[in-house]
């Protein structure tokens, strides 16, 4: 059997560990943490091999997963040190580009990144994968393959890895959802109707267009009449500012990432 060995304990990790229980994926996972209480959880919760050690973590590892923060991850591969056999290695660390972690942990090791979604504890998160050159083809598709028991999978060139990062977190989701609605409470709904209306109004337009061949402009010009109720809100909304408002959260999300590269250095 193939190992899965988790570096790091944190939320991600549990997001994915979820999934994979949905999932029913049954291949040894050893998580390792420097924190006692959240291996005895993850144990208790997914069933994982908790392990405190963490060279006896590493060694036990086909698939590799480092999940810690930017700022930690310089220092956990320099711990590890260079690894004596093949060993596939997926980042999940934001921000932090593949030749900073390309020279770490010798020749044998081969390096991806991967992002995956919150919602993967449902099965259904999407994940962004990038891989290094070099990886070959059989060790992507079991990286592939992994992530794809807790939703879809896309590929996205490492140019445009943050960019695409920052913009599909479900974050968005969440935060339209509680912003629409609580602009509708002001205007006298109770707070069910307020998050029933936003949940509807994000949500079956979403999927409106993803199940349809119907393009977004079209969806759009048929759902505000001009001079109509939901064309004068989208005008008021855009004359406010809106579309610069998302433009400006999004390169400061980038501008994030470009900082978690600098700390892995």
């Known amino acids: 059997m193939k190992t899965t060995v988790f570096l790091g304990g944190g939320r991600i990790t549990g997001v994915l560990l979820a999934g994979l229980r949905l999932a029913g994926y049954k291949e040894p996972v050893v998580v390792h943490d420097r924190h006692p209480r959240k291996l005895r959880q993850l144990q208790r919760e997914y069933g994982v091999i908790p392990e405190a050690r963490l060279r006896s973590a590493v060694d036990q590892a086909h698939l590799l997963i480092v999940a810690v ?117 002001k205007l006298g709904l109770d707070r069910k109707s307020a998050l029933t209306a936003a949940a509807h109004a994000l949500a079956d337009g979403i999927i409106s267009w993803r199940e349809g061949n119907i393009p977004l402009d079209r969806l759009l010009h048929e759902a505000a009449t001009p001079g109509g109720i939901a064309a004068t809100v989208m005008a008021a909304m855009n004359r406010s500012g809106y579309p610069s408002i998302i433009e400006r959260g999004l390169r400061a999300g980038k501008a994030r990432a470009a900082e978690n590269a600098k700390k892995s250095d």
């Open 69 to 185: 923060r930017p700022e930690s991850v310089a220092d956990l591969l320099k711990e590890i040190g260079e690894l004596r056999r093949p060993v596939i290695s997926v980042s999940l660390v934001a921000g932090v580009p593949l030749t900073s972690l390309r020279a770490r942990l010798g020749s044998l090791v081969g390096w991806a990144r991967a992002m995956p979604s919150p919602v993967c504890r449902s099965g259904r998160g999407l994940t962004a994968l990038t891989f290094e050159r070099a990886l070959p083809q059989a060790a992507r598709q079991e990286i592939r393959n992994f992530f794809g028991k807790v939703g879809p999978v896309v590929e996205i060139p490492e140019s445009k890895f943050d960019a695409f990062t920052v913009t599909y977190s479900c974050s968005h989701g969440y935060h339209a959802l509680a912003t629409l609605a609580g602009a509708a409470k």
